[in-house]
């Protein structure tokens, strides 16, 4: 199952996939072939009209241009459609990474003749008939009929409740090892409509550091998740990749032994992809299922976009962009966000300015406070707390009040430190470097409560 919508929040989407079985395959062959040869001519064509005008062709042009050849007639009109899209995608992501100064990146190339590329079927190229999945192809010829098993759009969501979908996708995937396919599977992705999110109630934030996740909730809660493991696998995937690159660059291009050990780079990292994700996926899953227990409302990742270009443009050391660019944060945040709505959580995102250079309790601002091995000592109130918790604590206060730098809390039991103009009674307690407590929101009301944004 995965999050498939960027640009409806709160419509939750997941994909359930179905094994067809190899029996099926003399069915979906030349559909798929079909759709590769798509792919091809469009690899050709951008190719051709880059090499005569030095620009890439349109892709309303490739559509038009394709329109009459014999491999689109094969496939349901948005299926061809949607492999040009693909392409496109493809092209796009190409010519950013170009732009970020990626020149070793290769244009999206051709695929071999039998390639089984993937289909997709968008809503007007499928019917529903019961249990039975109807896949459409293009007019006159017989459509491709599927029977799926019971509850084939049911979905179990966590607390229990089965929620019905209506499917908005469909795909045919070739699974393949060591060249040889060993199954075709189906993904249907279901709309399981607009999730109830709650309004009200506590609000978590995480700061992703690259050892360690941060998180600290508004009830005072403070917990530091360490994924060493998960960054160690990650690291040691980039040191796969640079010795398989080095064997690669003295091997002639096409010869037999450089196809041997590009096949043998494709198996190895997919086989340490699977275990990254499937840590991945614990990680996000414990923090949606802790924010689902302690009556979390709003889960709060910080907003890395900035972070990264600065990164990419040098201004960290060279270490530091290492280490900020090896997790994969974007995937976090969306499986966060599908895990956390499946409970009612909304996930947001708010910008992390200035929240690993500030104190997280007394509000003073002094980036050289963050020490070494991500130790922060304020040298104003005295506070030592892990750099990850200081800054997750920051981003909840951020987030709140809008801005975490002079703004202090209030120490309970203490004689209470001084507040700051406007400071709320956002009250905590330290005990061992640790804090707890209870953070009021912007009116003083009582309890930890936020407003929906809107
Ligand atoms: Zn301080």
Redesign the pocket.
């Given at each position: 199952m995965a999050w498939s919508d960027k640009s409806h929040p709160y419509r939750l989407l997941l994909t359930k996939q179905f094994p067809l079985g190899l029996e099926t395959l003399p069915i979906f062959q030349p559909v798929m072939q079909a759709a590769n040869r798509i792919w091809n001519s469009c690899a050709w064509h951008s190719r051709e009209i880059f090499k005569q005008e030095d620009r890439w062709p349109t892709e309303a042009e490739l559509k038009t241009k394709f329109k009459s050849f014999a491999a689109w007639k094969e496939l349901h009109s948005q299926s061809a459609q949607s492999v040009v899209e693909e392409y496109f995608e493809a092209v796009s992501a190409y010519r950013k990474h170009r732009e970020n100064g990626h020149l070793e990146m290769n244009p999206p190339g051709f695929k071999p003749k039998n390639h089984l590329r993937t289909v997709t079927w968008k809503r007007q190229g499928f019917d529903v008939d019961g249990s039975t999945l109807v896949l459409k192809l293009s007019r006159g010829k017989e459509p491709i009929e599927v029977v799926l098993p019971e509850g084939w759009d049911v979905v179990v969501l966590p607390d229990g409740t089965e929620v019905k979908g209506v499917p908005v996708e469909v795909k045919v995937k070739a699974v393949i090892r060591r060249r040889r396919v060993e199954n075709l599977v189906l993904h249907v992705t279901l709309d399981l409509g607009v999730v109830p999110v709650y309004r009200a109630g506590a609000v978590s934030a995480y700061d992703y550091n690259s050892a360690v996740v941060a998180r600290a909730v508004s009830n005072g809660r403070l917990d530091l998740f360490v994924c060493r493991e998960l960054l160690s696998l990650v690291q040691y995937r980039n040191k796969i990749i640079a010795g398989f690159q080095e064997k690669i660059s003295r091997l002639k291009e096409g010869s037999r032994r450089w196809k041997r050990c590009l096949s043998a780079k494709v198996r190895v990292l997919k086989r340490l992809d699977r275990r990254i994700r499937q840590m991945e996926h614990a990680l996000t899953k414990l923090s949606a299922e802790l924010d689902g227990a302690e009556g979390v409302a709003f889960a709060v990742v910080g907003d890395l976009t900035g972070l990264r270009r600065s990164a990419r443009t040098g201004m960290k050391g060279k270490k530091a962009s290492q280490k900020i660019n090896q997790m994969a944060y974007d995937r976090l945040r969306q499986e966060q966000h599908y895990k956390n709505l499946t409970r009612g959580i909304e996930t947001d995102t708010w910008t992390e300015r200035n929240t690993s250079s500030t104190?997280c309790?007394?509000g003073?601002r002094n980036p050289a406070w963050r020490r070494h091995r991500g130790l922060w000592v304020?040298g104003?109130?005295g506070?030592v707390l892990q750099a990850g918790l200081n800054g997750a604590a920051n981003l909840l206060k951020q987030y709140l009040f809008g801005s975490c730098t002079g703004r202090a809390l209030c120490l309970q039991g203490s004689a209470g430190l001084a507040l700051g103009r406007e400071a709320e009674p956002v009250c905590a307690s330290i005990s061992k470097g640790r804090l707890s407590g209870t953070w009021s929101s912007r009116d003083g009301s009582d309890g930890p409560l936020r407003e929906a944004p809107r």
């Open positions: 104190c309790l007394c003073a304020c104003r109130c506070l």
